[in-house]
């Protein structure tokens, strides 16, 4: 079955940086988009970012681009998120998505749907 297993959350400075990994098995990862997507206490589920099949295109929410980094390795099935200059308002639960249904539209690319997700890797930036 599809398995999405995320890794790297932490403690961390404001101004400091941390790597995500979502490690996904059960599925031909190389075929999906794939996303990443927060939740915050108290607040709905934010979309972070999302990668194309072949990471060959990338997409940002406002609140992090120019921050974070989102990558894949298709050889080794993981999906990363590189956070850096982190604020306190990403504190967050941050977890992987495998992208359903996908739009393309002015804006760019965008994911209207997922089908899968992970439980998620605490993100907490505090002093």
């Known amino acids: 079955q599809v398995q999405l297993l995320e890794s790297g959350g932490a403690l961390v400075q404001p101004g400091g940086s941390l790597r995500l990994a979502c490690a996904a098995s059960?599925?031909?990862?190389?075929?999906?988009?794939m996303s990443w997507v927060r939740q915050a206490p108290g607040k709905g589920p934010e979309w972070v970012s999302l990668i194309t099949n072949d990471g060959g295109w990338t997409e940002y929410a406002d609140s992090v681009k120019g921050r974070f980094t989102i990558s894949r390795d298709n050889d080794k099935n993981v999906l990363y998120l590189q956070m850096s200059s982190l604020k306190a308002e990403d504190t967050a639960l941050y977890y992987c998505?495998?992208?359903?249904?996908?739009?393309?539209?002015?804006?760019?690319?965008?994911?209207?749907?997922?089908?899968?997700r992970g439980q998620g890797t605490q993100v907490t930036v505090s002093s």
């Open positions: 059960g599925f031909i990862f190389s075929r999906f988009y």
């Open positions: 998505a495998r992208v359903e249904r996908v739009s393309d539209g002015p804006g760019g690319l965008a994911p209207e749907s997922f089908d899968y």
